[in-house]
């Protein structure tokens, strides 16, 4: 990994998407209306919002811009269709296809209504796959196992910088502090703002 202009080239969405695929198999109807460590989403808004992403970062990579990828998550909450146990694994099939195309990454693309180049845009949605993936595997009491590769990306990604995280629109809170010989996860997600040890009704 260098910087943000670039990633490492073979950062595979595969892992990421998988174990949220699994995750969803094991969702219970009850507990779409629980909690999540996202303070505006409840579990069934987060499924929408991973949804979203995967329709809008799988376009983004085709240079397939439009609604899709010019919408931004802070337009209002998701809403979660009804067959999203049919429709979502295989979203997450074609995000990982997608991006695998060298092509991808080459040139400026756009996803949530933000021009940023390919490379970077990778990053983004490995990390999106991260963060969201271990957010529904705390909210529906599931394990989250993240490879290393994606878990760098994301740390790099996440690294503070001259981004404002105090705002109402920021897209991570401020770091939490997390000791230095935390798991990898545990550091990766402390970056994203949220407390590795967060459970349903904390």
């Known amino acids: 990994m260098d910087t943000l202009s670039g990633t ?7 892992p990421a998407a998988g174990q949220i ?11 779409l209306s629980g909690p ?32 899709t990828t010019g919408t931004s998550p802070s337009s209002g909450l998701p809403v979660l269709p009804d067959d999203w146990r ?14 695998r195309d060298p092509a991808a990454r080459e040139g400026m693309t756009q996803a949530g209504g933000v021009d940023l180049p390919g490379s970077v ?19 529906t009491g599931q394990e ?3 490879d290393e590769a994606s878990l760098r990306s994301s740390e790099a990604l996440l690294a503070p910088g001259d981004d404002d995280r105090s705002g109402p629109d920021a897209i991570f809170g401020p ?14 997600i402390a970056l994203s703002g949220r407390r590795p040890d967060w459970k349903p009704g904390d």
């Open 144 to 146: 989250f196992r993240a």
């Open 36 to 67: 999540t460590p996202c303070p505006k989403y409840s579990v069934r808004d987060l499924l929408a919002h991973i949804l979203g992403l995967s329709v809008a970062f799988r376009d983004a990579a085709r240079k397939d811009l439009g609604p």
């Open 86 to 99: 049919k429709s979502l694994p295989p979203l997450l099939d074609e995000l990982v296809a997608a991006w």
């Open 21 to 31: 695929a699994e995750l969803i198999s094991s969702v219970d109807d009850r507990q």
């Open 8 to 14: 490492t080239p073979d950062l595979d969405l595969e």
């Open 121 to 139: 845009a990778a990053m983004v949605v490995s990390n999106e796959l991260v963060v969201h993936g271990w957010d529904l595997a705390r909210s």
């Open 175 to 188: 770091p939490v502090p997390v000791a230095q010989d935390a798991p990898l996860l545990d550091r990766v």
